[in-house]
């Protein structure tokens, strides 16, 4: 709950603003039933219609008073929980995005969204709940006791055993809740990540006509959701009746107490038995609004757990300038994993060098270009940049100078233009356009109606595979980066586009250094150098002819894809 503190303490003078409010509301409602208590004693009994109609006109400003402090306590409790839940949020996000991949890959992304919105939520309505009743519930619980005491000090045993054993109930309430909660957050995660699966890959999901396999699979996801959802829903079932029944107990002895009472007491016995109806109620909410301060310490549990991890990559301080790409034994597992993704990896990159990468789906070349921008960060060995380890340069600096290509396209809601300006975010409409140029997009471009201005859908659903690839690599391509690395995001391209595209690459590339990973030899074999993965090792380095002379896993991947060709083995 200090987390929830902490972001109150945030806006303490609205909140002091509402308690302030909900100190004229609770004391109103604490002086209707002693007004009631007058009305009867001094004007019912006494058949003086003047007493009655001075008491009622006090009333009703009294409770005048309390309807105004309701409706300002109102407003200023969703306007502090409506501010707590959104630097909530930005808090989170902000923390995501300085945290490294391993760092997202341990709390898992469907966890993280859970966490961002209905653990959040729960925060939020707990904030807003505590101004409201929270707080509101205790006061009147107190008051209306002192009241009791006032009215008919003889019961006072009667409500130190009701609040006694209604303190057990509701203590007994938040220690068995707060597991159960916890438990039904975890089981929300579950659920949103199927949901994700499923959406994320839907056409795939048709085409094999799985729909039936993905229900089975969400209906037991759901099924455990809601099962977690009824046990911590029966602790508060169990526990609110037994707090009920011991107050209304009370208020039954306290009735029975009154055949004992002369009949000149009769309006502070209503007074009374009114003050343990708003005891009963006092009660009751506090139950409630304990059940949410469970859900919302568990929530707040999780949350914090974001904001307090530490990114498992150290941001370096130097400088960086780009220059030759060195890996120095570089080996990198995984977390979670035993075997190596990559091991004694050892090869160096020049400015103005076009390195190809290729091997069989797992060799770790998407793993081996992810080390460069310093996304994973190596388990052994060092990465050096401009001779510079990775690990001590700025993170910030050194993505700067790298734009990543990958082979899934990721377009976002927006038009072209603002798709490609991801690259460069002030770039001018001419830059774009020749950025679009380079990629071979701008053709396709130039035929919408709206060109570089058509509207792309969440994830480029309204373009094609190709054309989402091509704007891909416009805005890696706009940046004019020092270190370009294409990953395999031309494999979606019929072989005429791919290679002028690659073409077009090659006339810019400069003195950028650029590694281009591919699976298919032809994409790679005018590349300066190839680098040969195999099962997370380097296998071979050098040129098309040379690894077609030295390097077998090369050869083999060369002959499954372009068949054994005389002079093949002479690197022809």
Same mark, same amino acid.
């Given at each position: 709950?200090?987390?929830?503190?902490?972001?109150?303490?945030?806006?303490?003078?609205?909140?002091?603003?509402?308690?302030?409010?909900?100190?004229?509301?609770?004391?109103?409602?604490?002086?209707?039933?002693?007004?009631?208590?007058? /009305?009867?004693?001094?004007? *019912?009994?006494?058949?003086?219609?003047?007493?009655?109609?001075?008491?009622?006109?006090?009333?009703?400003?009294?409770?005048?008073?309390?309807? /105004?402090?309701?409706?300002?306590? @109102?407003?200023?409790?969703?306007?502090?929980?409506?501010?707590?839940?959104?630097?909530?949020?930005?808090?989170?996000?902000?923390?995501?995005?300085?945290?490294?991949?391993?760092?997202?890959?341990?709390?898992?992304?469907?966890?993280?969204?859970?966490?961002?919105?209905?653990?959040?939520?729960?925060?939020?309505?707990?904030?807003? =709940?505590?101004?409201?009743?929270?707080?509101? +519930?205790?006061?009147?619980?107190?008051?209306? *006791?002192?009241?009791?005491?006032?009215?008919?000090?003889?019961?006072?045993?009667?409500?130190?055993?009701?609040?006694?054993? &209604?303190?057990?109930?509701?203590?007994?309430?938040?220690?068995?809740?707060?597991?159960?909660?916890?438990?039904?957050?975890?089981?929300?995660?579950?659920?949103? #990540?199927?949901?994700?699966?499923?959406?994320?890959?839907?056409?795939? *999901? #048709?085409?094999?006509?799985?729909?039936?396999?993905?229900?089975?699979?969400?209906?037991?996801?759901?099924?455990?959701?809601? =099962?977690?959802? *009824?046990?911590?829903?029966?602790?508060?079932?169990?526990?609110?009746?037994?707090? @009920?029944?011991?107050?209304?107990?009370?208020?039954?002895?306290?009735?029975?107490?009154?055949?004992?009472?002369?009949?000149?007491?009769?309006?502070?016995?209503?007074?009374?038995?009114?003050?343990?109806?708003?005891?009963?109620?006092?009660?009751?909410?506090?139950?409630?609004?304990?059940? +949410?301060?469970?859900?919302?310490?568990?929530?707040?549990?999780? /949350?914090?757990?974001?904001?307090?991890?530490?990114?498992?990559?150290?941001?370096?301080?130097?400088?960086?300038?780009?220059?030759?790409?060195?890996?120095?034994?570089?080996?990198?597992?995984?977390?979670?994993?035993?075997?190596?993704?990559?091991?004694?990896?050892?090869?160096?990159?020049?400015? =103005?060098?076009?390195? =190809?990468?290729?091997?069989?789906?797992?060799?770790?070349?998407?793993?081996?270009?992810?080390?460069?921008?310093?996304?994973?960060?190596?388990?052994?060995?060092?990465?050096?940049?401009?001779?510079?380890?990775?690990?001590?340069?700025?993170?910030?600096?050194?993505?700067?100078?790298?734009?990543?290509?990958?082979?899934?396209?990721?377009?976002?809601?927006?038009?072209?233009?603002?798709?490609?300006?991801?690259?460069?975010?002030?770039?001018?409409?001419?830059?774009?356009?020749?950025?679009?140029?380079?990629?071979?997009?701008?053709?396709?471009?130039?035929?919408?109606?709206?060109?570089?201005?058509?509207?792309?859908?969440?994830?480029?659903?309204?373009?094609?595979?190709?054309?989402?690839?091509?704007?891909?690599?416009?805005?890696?391509?706009?940046?004019?980066?020092?270190?370009?690395?294409?990953?395999?995001?031309? &494999?979606?391209?019929?072989?005429?586009?791919?290679?002028?595209?690659?073409?077009?690459?090659? #006339?810019?590339?400069?003195?950028?250094?650029?590694?281009?990973?591919?699976?298919?030899?032809?994409? /790679?074999?005018?590349?300066?150098?190839?680098?040969?993965?195999?099962?997370?090792?380097?296998?071979?380095?050098?040129?098309?002819?040379?690894?077609?002379?030295?390097?077998?896993?090369?050869? +083999?991947?060369?002959?499954?894809?372009?068949?054994?060709?005389?002079?093949?083995?002479?690197?022809?």
């Amino acid at each position: 709950m200090k987390l929830i503190a902490a972001y109150i303490r945030r806006h303490a003078g609205m909140f002091f603003t509402a308690v302030f409010f909900l100190t004229i509301e609770t004391a109103a409602d604490l002086l209707q039933p002693a007004m009631m208590s007058y /009305v009867v004693d001094n004007g *019912v009994k006494n058949q003086d219609v003047r007493q009655i109609l001075r008491y009622g006109a006090l009333m009703l400003l009294i409770a005048a008073f309390g309807a /105004v402090g309701a409706v300002m306590r @109102n407003i200023c409790a969703s306007r502090t929980s409506q501010l707590v839940g959104k630097e909530l949020r930005m808090d989170l996000y902000e923390k995501v995005q300085t945290l490294s991949f391993e760092n997202i890959d341990r709390l898992q992304p469907s966890s993280i969204v859970t966490r961002i919105t209905n653990d959040v939520t729960q925060i939020q309505r707990f904030v807003n =709940g505590s101004m409201r009743i929270m707080l509101k +519930a205790p006061v009147t619980c107190l008051g209306a *006791v002192c009241l009791v005491v006032l009215k008919t000090p003889a019961q006072i045993p009667m409500l130190i055993l009701i609040l006694l054993i &209604s303190g057990i109930l509701i203590l007994a309430n938040m220690r068995i809740g707060y597991r159960k909660y916890g438990i039904l957050q975890q089981k929300l995660d579950q659920l949103n #990540k199927v949901s994700r699966e499923f959406l994320s890959a839907i056409r795939v *999901v #048709k085409a094999f006509r799985a729909e039936e396999q993905e229900a089975e699979t969400f209906d037991r996801a759901a099924e455990e959701f809601a =099962g977690a959802g *009824v046990a911590a829903a029966q602790v508060g079932a169990f526990f609110a009746p037994l707090i @009920n029944l011991t107050v209304n107990l009370g208020i039954v002895v306290l009735l029975w107490m009154s055949s004992r009472q002369p009949p000149e007491n009769i309006g502070s016995l209503m007074a009374s038995v009114n003050y343990m109806t708003q005891i009963l109620f006092s009660l009751a909410r506090v139950s409630g609004i304990m059940n +949410a301060a469970v859900r919302a310490s568990a929530s707040a549990g999780r /949350v914090r757990e974001i904001l307090e991890e530490k990114p498992v990559q150290e941001n370096g301080t130097e400088d960086f300038s780009w220059g030759q790409v060195s890996f120095e034994q570089v080996s990198f597992t995984y977390a979670g994993t035993s075997r190596p993704a990559l091991e004694n990896i050892n090869f160096q990159a020049e400015p =103005g060098e076009t390195i =190809g990468i290729i091997g069989p789906t797992g060799s770790g070349k998407s793993t081996l270009v992810q080390m460069i921008p310093r996304f994973y960060d190596a388990t052994s060995g060092t990465v050096r940049i401009g001779g510079k380890d990775v690990k001590k340069a700025d993170i910030e600096g050194l993505r700067s100078q790298i734009s990543l290509v990958p082979q899934k396209a990721l377009l976002f809601s927006g038009t072209i233009a603002e798709n490609i300006r991801w690259g460069k975010e002030n770039a001018s409409f001419e830059e774009v356009r020749q950025a679009g140029k380079a990629a071979c997009a701008d053709d396709f471009i130039m035929e919408f109606p709206l060109q570089y201005e058509t509207v792309l859908r969440q994830g480029g659903v309204n373009v094609s595979g190709g054309q989402k690839q091509r704007i891909s690599i416009a805005r890696g391509l706009l940046r004019r980066p020092g270190i370009l690395i294409l990953d395999d995001c031309t &494999s979606a391209l019929d072989a005429a586009t791919e290679a002028r595209v690659l073409e077009e690459i090659r #006339k810019i590339s400069g003195n950028r250094t650029v590694f281009l990973i591919s699976q298919r030899i032809s994409t /790679v074999m005018r590349a300066d150098r190839i680098l040969c993965m195999e099962d997370g090792r380097l296998r071979g380095m050098g040129t098309h002819k040379e690894l077609l002379l030295h390097c077998g896993a090369y050869q +083999a991947i060369y002959h499954s894809q372009i068949g054994k060709t005389e002079g093949a083995e002479r690197g022809e």
